[in-house]
């Protein structure tokens, strides 16, 4: 008999999730720096494996998050434990939410950053508890284009590679908003790009 259970379904791996700015110089609690001493099996992006590397004990298992995520997912579902790194708040649009949704009887535990709309209105002094957040990361433009209609006053927005800030500037142009101002951050946190 074929068994086509979910990866989710045949394991119920515990997920740590950290999150991390683009920093090459982290500063962690305690608690966090004996999670991740006492870790033996660690996932993340590339970019977060370059920022991590020195942090890692020795001997430990790395699995990349890459697309097709079903396999990783699969990798997840042999273990007991991942200690997982993503950027900023894993619980605001990051992964910490994906897992949630792929692994839902997992243990989840969460120890979040700053995410990168806050590190923005950090770095450029603006007040941000008004800030109607809104996702374009492979996502379609309708939110964009609901805040804009409900004449919101300032709009934090995640892009992507084909929803960037030139774009959103085009596209909010062409449909008449002309009425904001448009600070734009990038690799907030990261020495090498300030």
Request: with cysteine.
């Amino acid at each position: 008999m074929h068994n086509n259970l979910n990866p989710a379904e045949m394991c119920k791996p515990k997920f740590i999730v950290i999150g991390i700015s683009d920093s090459h110089v982290q500063y962690f609690s305690q608690e966090i720096q004996q999670v991740v001493s006492q870790g033996r099996v660690f996932s993340g992006g590339k970019r977060h494996h370059e920022i991590m590397l020195p942090h890692l004990p020795e001997g430990c298992c790395w699995i990349d998050i890459t697309v097709p995520l079903e396999a990783v997912y699969a990798q997840y579902a042999n273990q007991q434990e991942v200690i997982v790194f993503a950027s900023g708040d894993p619980l605001f649009y990051g992964f910490a939410t994906t897992l949630k949704r792929q692994f839902p009887k997992s243990e989840l535990k969460v120890y979040p950053t700053f995410n990168s709309l806050q590190s923005l209105a950090h770095k450029a002094c603006l007040p941000y508890h008004n800030m109607t957040a809104v996702s374009l990361t492979g996502r379609p433009w309708k939110n964009l284009d609901a805040a804009l209609i409900e004449g919101r006053q300032q709009i934090g927005v995640l892009t992507d590679k084909t929803k960037t800030p030139d774009a959103i500037a085009q596209r909010m142009l062409q449909y008449g908003y002309t009425g904001y101002v448009m600070t734009v951050g990038e690799r907030l946190g990261n020495e090498a790009h300030e």
